[in-house]
């Protein structure tokens, strides 16, 4: 079964800092991947999606990711961080094909002002 | 875009007693239908999820058992539970040929 993993498990940084979320998956085949972000008192949402194509895709809120196939990697980035960034952001793959995604378990980032 | 209704938002209940959790769906048919138990620092454990009525897949052995009525209509059930059960539920829906997922805004059980 593929496993997603996301290393960094609490991020804190002051606003204007550069961000860069890692997630790594395992699975050999063709892959979808998403990024969801689940701001305080809200529900989950998509933060971004990767299918095929340019492997630099952006998504709202000034947030893009990469992916790198030969790495099996989906990093999060954003140059510059807000407070209103405050959240929990979770990376996702489904095996293309399949409707069950896996989650990786979380990173929660704080943003001071 | 599709919209997730939940309820109850929380709810605290004693070890043995019954559970029903009722999902509805809204700006979509046919769609797929998950239901997820989220733990702080753990990620979304996949429960159920379910391709049409009647339809449902068990992902994870439990005291939890899952059905699916209507098209757009999904209910997370036990008929007593325990301790465990105490967490964060979500429910979360994909339209058909999509893989991007919608989610509720969960329910917060609390087993006493």
């Known amino acids: 079964a593929q496993s997603v993993s996301q290393h960094n498990h609490h991020v804190i940084l002051s606003e204007a800092a550069s961000l860069e979320l890692g997630c790594n998956y395992s699975y050999g085949g063709t892959v979808n991947l998403f990024w969801y972000v689940q701001y305080p008192g809200q529900h989950l949402q998509l933060l971004l999606k990767y299918f095929s194509g340019d492997p630099l895709v952006k998504g709202i809120k000034g947030f893009e990711a990469e992916f790198i196939k030969s790495k099996f990697s989906f990093n999060l980035r954003k140059p510059s961080v807000q407070w209103s960034d405050t959240a929990e952001y979770f990376c996702a793959v489904n095996p293309r094909g399949s409707y069950i995604p896996t989650f990786g378990r979380g990173t929660s980032l704080i943003v001071h002002p | 875009s599709q919209t997730i209704h939940q309820w109850p938002a929380t709810l605290v209940q004693p070890v043995g007693s019954p559970l029903s959790l009722e999902c509805t769906v809204e700006?979509?048919?046919?769609?797929?239908l998950y239901w997820y138990r989220q733990a702080a620092g753990r990620g979304l454990q996949l429960l159920f999820y379910?391709?049409?009525?009647?339809?449902i897949s068990s992902e994870v052995p439990q005291n939890l058992s899952a059905s699916r009525p209507q098209d757009r209509q999904f209910i997370l059930s036990s008929k007593k539970l325990l301790l465990s059960d105490s967490g964060f539920y979500l429910c979360?829906?994909?339209?058909?040929?999509?893989?991007?997922?919608?989610f509720g805004p969960g329910t917060r059980l609390t087993v006493t």
């Open positions: 379910s391709v049409g009525i009647g339809q």
């Open positions: 979360a829906s994909t339209s058909t040929g999509t893989y991007e997922q919608y």
């Open positions: 700006g979509t048919s046919n769609p797929n």
